[in-house]
């Protein structure tokens, strides 16, 4: 658990793949949005009732199998709407033909509720999310933006970046999405990513090694 008042995030470990589900709360009303629920809806759903939070918002970077397998039981349960970029949007529509890929069975999620494009703004609480659109991952991935706090999905990782090697990946698009949309916020900014551990921006800048010796 970390965040910055007023708000605090729970990290949730979910899936195969161990994708990073984040309920970003909100400390006041005790609302929550709950972005990239990849897998394990049940522990997904106990986790926001054990913390006593409501939850009316989904926010996804991308349309990925593995950060959109629990959207529809979410979806169901609590009657958020989903957010995600008009790119991702037919993508995450085929979780269950992806997941089938890797052997693995994933529920198709409904449709999105809500298309989010570069610069909109996601209200929430006492704040405001801002969606930054940052494709390279696939054509449709978004970081959502809070205070000092960056949820970046498959974009780039403590030490690494996302891969681009699947369909719709695009190198020098990651490449500049982070230079142009990540690597301007703060140093001390908080990188919140898909899978493995939260970093800074500072940290990135200075060690990634995709991006060291160039300048960052």
């Not at 939070?53 to 996804?60: P, R």
Request: glycine share 14%; net charge negative; charged share 20%.
């Amino acid at each position: 658990m970390s965040g910055t008042a007023p708000f605090r995030v729970h990290v949730l470990e979910v899936g195969p793949l161990a994708v990073n589900c984040f309920l970003l709360e909100h400390t006041q009303s005790r609302k929550a949005v709950v972005i990239d629920p990849g897998d394990d809806g049940p522990s997904i759903l106990a986790r926001i009732g054990d913390l006593g939070l409501s939850v009316d918002k989904i926010l996804l970077t991308h349309g990925h199998f593995d950060h959109v397998g629990a959207v529809a039981i979410l979806r169901e349960k609590t009657g958020a709407k989903v957010h995600i970029h008009e790119a991702d949007a037919e993508r995450m529509k085929t979780a269950r033909r992806q997941g089938l890929i890797f052997g693995l069975r994933v529920a198709d999620p409904p449709p999105p509720d809500v298309i989010v494009g570069d610069g909109d703004i996601v209200p929430f609480g006492e704040g405001e999310l801002r969606v930054e659109h940052t494709p390279g991952h696939t054509p449709g991935c978004v970081s959502y933006i809070i205070g000092k706090m960056a949820f970046v999905g498959d974009l780039i990782f403590a030490g690494s970046i996302g891969r681009t090697d699947l369909p719709g990946g695009d190198y020098d698009q990651l490449i500049a999405a982070v230079k142009e949309k990540i690597f301007v916020l703060p140093d001390d900014t908080v990188l919140f990513p898909g899978h493995g551990p939260a970093t800074t921006v500072g940290e990135e800048r200075r060690s990634n090694p995709f991006f060291t010796g160039g300048g960052w």
